[in-house]
């Protein structure tokens, strides 16, 4: 199940953090839609490959 993050991201950035917290949130957020479009892509060339 692929779940947005941006909501939990402004929930956190709601509080007082550091740029440097809010960097390594925002590339852990890249990272994680990263492997989210791979796994889309995967899965939809498996479908195609199917049909």
Partial sequence: M??????SKRLVLGFDTTPQQT???????????????????AWQSAEFGKA
């Fill in 2 to 7: 692929l779940v947005s993050r941006e909501p």
């Fill in 23 to 41: 960097q390594s949130m925002d590339a852990a957020l890249g990272i994680s839609r990263r492997v989210e479009a791979q796994i889309l892509r």
